[in-house]
């Protein structure tokens, strides 16, 4: 979440400069200052902002008071996303725009005359006229001016410290973490004990061992607050007031970092590219027009052939960036930026310098002061999470590592404490707590995932050993998300458990094996996971080549003596070679063990092949991929909502509006920049309107309220300013970092409050009609946007959100379909020579049928799901009018039963791929009558009630459900899905009467028993989900009240 300071205004204290009866501090700077040539002095000044980060960090666009003219705007963009990708999600960033001074008077964008007095903007930049008799007396090479190559140097070098400060901390801090991982720690039982990363001395401090979060967001919060207290100093500090008399300005940088910074290193590196990105565009084709017309349309004013060079100009790149798939980012910096560039070219009243070509380059024009302030800023939000005093690199790839050795231990302990539970004698409340672990490394998971994204791309560039802990890192999340499936239905079946003679008996007779193989397959995953944390394995330590070799080989021992004694157990206890319907949750708990052990061992494998099977992408690559994903059309829908209100609060800033928008004000327009949403986000695009609008004036409000209360032109004054500013910017983004609903809230706070509060105490006062034209503006763009978005209707959240569980459900429903074959009206079995009804069903039968392997549905369900769940925390923000509410209840639950069929389904999905009888027990199973009877009474059922739920989420009135009576008596007398004890045992004596017993197994997992076993019960689960969401269904009150009605119409 993110914002600006909207088009149009200028920070308060833009370009104060010295006055008469200055102090001797400021006279002894002047003297130093005046002894410099102007050049000089321009490349001292970005080289002490530049080099000296650590004490003075950053610029931003300063604003005289009196001057409503600073700029800036908001950038939104989704951090787990998936890569441009977002998230899932959205992160808004800020661009600021500034008003410059034009010559002998300022104007507003409409052209308003203010005295120089009363602006405090001399000295910043210069009037058209000072501006050419610069370029005339200013030194050139090779053709450029000075100015242009200091320019270059800036950005340039902008990137290349911010490359190279991210690439340096990222390695050394994934370098420290291996470090630590390596001392693996061992307890008396030879079990290894849970890996605990020190703490920096910052998070000790706000009791990281109290509150993690809280202390990891405060920390990055306090680095925020304390470079922008000692980027105030210029304006608390008379002696250093004189860094605020060129191109750019501290105040600025401080709104840039406040919207740049955000989650981790890699993330805010990306923020700072779009950020720079968004702003480059719009400069350089500042600098075409004004390299054409070099006057805009003063000398030939409205109609005139420029003036209508810059209106097509104008329309040609705004029409581009609305219909483009630009990044979120770069859109709304470049249109809120190109609105203020373009409403100075169109004004025949602007006197404002612009550098006439990019050959004529001054850094006090007025479109490159705000990009030098954008460079400086950038590379300022990036630094500080790279080095900090008594802190750590807070990158992306280092909490991956921390999160992948932590998951792979915590699955260990999981289940040496299942096991310990589930060979008992009676089921103990200790399950509950196993759920509850179970559901937070399924967070931790998730986490994982998410720090393996676009973030930590940018902390590493898929360059070097980074980008090798990256890969693999993200290939062991796979093996770890699939553990983890087995897992939690592992968990889930222990529930069901009655623990009947039977099972204990089983169960005591294979109990030292299942240790044996949880603890031998909990070491590898965790040398495993270790190598990935490091890059690959090495000679010496933890992942030596030759110990984790040892290690596969002792789990691939304790598979074959625990095969050999389920196997043996199972014929002492039930008296078959087969599964019976007593065992089928026992030869599903040690078929998920065993394939735990298993999925460890091949990432075992996998590591010592010391080769990387993801894709990586370059910088070069990544920059044409992204390039050729830009040229896709957005649609017509976001294109047409968008430009309507862009262009209609063009109109109105272009014209003014009466006395209350002076003509010629682009803060409108370039505030509608950031208010677009995207399909499907209008709920949120509500919110946030309205947060910015708290965010605005609360933070004017209070910035100018602290200002007046604590600084003032004395040594405590001086100290009041910059501690104000320290504490302020530390509560608004601790608020933006935490909280989900005032997050956006906070930024606004932190942004708007430091455009106020980073005055001199001899710049005059902050006039409260400043703070009123911002709320003015703000909620003129607000009102723009609404227009447009009700004349081209955004897709409703709850419908999209309903759209989308279908998909999903309906990918279910097909994989059910292709797991059983079900859709017979082609021939599934072609049968070899000789005639059918002279074969035997036995092995030699099926191995001759040619069926389609199975597929994966897992990626696709995934998706789907991540999708719906976002777009369902949408819902209920979308303001409903004359729609009832959205039924969040209703939706939480049918989505997490949905989630739990489409896990069923991929767990069956990889039992039998990870079998080792190619696919007979599959085969089997599909032509066995009764499994076919029960997958087709299943897919049956789930389909109507899928769709009785998506047609209940999108009622959206109390009036009864316009449904079929025939199809809701039916469902209600029909009796709640489940496998029968019978029909398990003829499902059982169908499958396996056709396969042969196996005398010895090198694993359970490719056992055909124990493979149909994960089948039921894995259909029980899906039959269960089902039953949920339609006892969910029918709970609805328009539900029943349609039942009723038809009853009485019947009457």
């Known amino acids: 979440f993110g914002s600006s300071l909207g088009p149009g205004r200028l920070p308060s204290t833009f370009g104060s400069h010295r006055q008469e009866g200055t102090p001797s501090s400021q006279l002894e700077a002047a003297y130093w200052t005046s002894s410099m040539s102007s050049s000089s002095k321009r490349v001292l000044i970005i080289a002490v902002v530049l080099l000296s980060a650590a004490s003075v960090e950053a610029n931003r666009p300063c604003v005289p008071k009196g001057d409503p003219k600073l700029v800036s705007k908001l950038d939104a963009l989704a951090c787990d996303a998936p890569e441009s990708e977002v998230p899932a999600s959205h992160l808004m960033q800020v661009s600021s725009q500034v008003f410059y001074r034009t010559g002998s008077e300022v104007k507003f964008a409409g052209g308003k005359p203010l005295n120089n007095s009363d602006s405090g903007l001399q000295g910043k930049t210069v009037s058209a006229a000072e501006g050419e008799e610069k370029l005339k007396s200013t030194n050139r090479w090779l053709g450029f001016t000075v100015d242009f190559w200091i320019l270059l140097a800036v950005c340039i070098g902008g990137c290349v410290v911010c490359a190279a400060f991210t690439i340096l901390a990222v390695n050394i801090a994934t370098a420290n973490r291996i470090a630590f991982f390596q001392q693996v720690v061992f307890d008396e039982d030879g079990k290894i004990q849970k890996p605990v990363l020190p703490r920096s001395t910052v998070q000790r401090l706000f009791r990281y061992d109290l509150n993690p979060l809280f202390a990891v967001r405060s920390d990055m919060a306090s680095r925020v607050a304390v470079t922008s207290a000692v980027l105030s100093l210029p304006y608390f500090v008379p002696s250093l007031a004189w860094m605020n008399d060129y191109g750019f300005s501290l105040q600025y940088s401080v709104v840039i970092i406040c919207f740049t910074v955000y989650q981790d290193l890699g993330t805010t590196l990306s923020l700072a590219w779009y950020n720079f990105a968004g702003t480059v565009l719009p400069v350089l084709n500042a600098l075409f027009m004004y390299g054409m017309y070099p006057e805009g349309s003063t000398d030939g004013g409205e109609w005139s052939a420029a003036w209508w060079f810059g209106m097509v100009d104008f329309l040609i790149v705004i029409i581009l960036l609305m219909v483009m798939k630009w990044p979120v980012g770069i859109r709304m910096f470049a249109v809120s930026w190109q609105a203020y560039f373009s409403m100075c070219f169109l004004n025949p009243g602007d006197t404002t310098h612009y550098s006439p ?109 980074t980008a090798r802990i990256r890969a693999h890192l993200i290939e062991s999340s796979k093996k770890l998300v699939f553990m983890h499936d087995w897992l939690r239905s592992a968990v889930r079946t222990m529930f069901d458990e009655e623990f009947e003679d039977h099972h204990d008996e089983l169960m005591g007779l294979v109990a030292p094996q299942l240790t044996k193989l949880c603890d031998h397959t909990s070491r590898l995953l965790y040398r495993t996971t270790l190598a990935a944390a490091e890059g690959g394995v090495a000679p010496l330590g933890s992942t030596d080549p030759d110990v984790l070799s040892k290690d596969v080989d002792a789990v691939m021992e304790a598979q074959a003596e625990l095969a050999a004694a389920f196997l043996s157990a ?31 061992t091949q990432f075992a494998e996998y590591m010592l092949e010391n080769k990387t099977t993801t894709q990586q992408s370059g910088i070069l690559a990544s920059l044409w991929t992204g390039t050729m994903d830009m040229m896709a059309f957005t649609g017509w829908g976001f294109t047409l909502r968008s430009s309507i209100g862009f262009f209609l609060a063009f109109f109105v800033g272009y014209h003014g509006l009466a006395d209350i928008i002076t003509p010629y004000n682009g803060t409108p327009a370039g505030t509608t920049a950031y208010l677009m949403a995207s399909d499907g986000a209008a709920g949120s695009a509500i919110m946030k309107n309205i947060a910015r609008f708290q965010g605005t004036a609360g933070g004017s409000l209070l910035g100018q309220l602290i200002w007046g209360t604590v600084v003032w032109c004395s040594v405590w004054g001086t100290i009041g300013g910059v501690a104000s500013m320290l504490i302020f910017e530390y509560f608004a983004m601790f608020l933006y970092f935490s909280s989900a609903n005032f997050g956006y809230v906070g930024v606004l706070l932190g942004a708007y409050g430091a455009e106020h509060l980073m005055i001199s105490c001899q710049s005059g006062d902050d006039s409260t009609s400043n703070v009123y034209s911002v709320m003015q503006e703000q909620m003129l763009a607000i009102v723009a946007v609404t227009i447009g978005d009700l004349l081209i209707g955004n897709t409703s959240p709850g419908v999209a959100a309903a759209q989308t569980f279908f998909s999903m459900t309906e990918t279910i429903q097909q994989g059910l379909q292709d797991f059983f074959c079900l859709n017979r009206t082609q021939e599934v079995l072609l049968v070899g020579d000789g005639d059918i009804k002279r074969k035997s069903s036995n092995k030699s039968y099926y191995s001759f049928a040619a069926i389609k392997d199975v597929e994966f549905h897992r990626d696709s369900i995934l998706g789907d799901y991540s999708m719906a769940k976002f777009i369902g925390h949408e819902a209920p923000l979308e303001p409903r009018w004359y729609r009832t509410a959205w039924r969040e209840t209703l939706w939480n639950s049918v989505i997490s039963n949905a989630f739990g069929a489409g896990s069923a389904l991929s767990v069956m999905e990889y039992a039998v791929w990870e079998g080792a009888s190619k696919g007979l027990a599959r085969r089997s199973m599909i032509v066995s009558s009764t499994m076919e009877a029960t997958a087709k009474r299943l897919t049956d059922r789930a389909s109507k009630v899928f769709l009785l739920a998506q047609k209940m989420l999108t009622h959206e009135n109390e009036m009864a459900l316009p449904i079929s009576a025939a199809v809701t008596d039916k469902m209600m007398g029909e009796s709640s899905l489940k496998i029968s004890d019978e029909d398990a045992k003829l499902i059982i004596e169908e499958v396996m009467g056709t396969l042969e017993a196996p005398d010895r197994l090198g694993a359970l997992a490719e056992d055909d028993a124990c493979q149909l076993a994960v089948v039921i019960q894995m259909l029980r689960n899906t039959m269960a989900n089902v039953n949920d969401i339609q006892d969910k269904l029918f709970c609805q009150p328009e539900l029943l009240a349609a039942k009723g009605n038809r009853r009485v119409k019947s009457a």
């Open 357 to 465: 070509g990019i050959t004529n380059i001054l850094l006090e024009g007025a479109a490159v002061g705000p990009l030098v302030g954008t460079v400086i800023g950038c590379v300022l939000s990036v630094v500080p999470l790279c080095l900090w005093p008594l802190g750590t690199t807070l990158c992306a790839l280092g909490q991956a590592q921390e999160l992948a050795v932590e998951v792979a231990w915590s699955e260990g302990n999981l289940w040496k404490h299942m096991i310990k539970n589930y060979t008992g004698k009676e089921r103990s409340v200790i399950v509950d707590k196993l759920l509850g672990e179970c559901l937070a490394n399924k967070h931790r998971l998730d986490a994982l995932a998410g720090c393996l994204g676009a973030n930590s791309w940018w902390e590493c560039f898929d360059l070097g050993r």
């Open 570 to 600: 199972r014929r002492k206890v039930y008296g078959s070679n087969s599964v019976t319907t007593d065992s089928i949750s026992e030869h599903f708990f040690v078929t998920a063990l065993s394939l735990y052990g298993q999925y460890a």
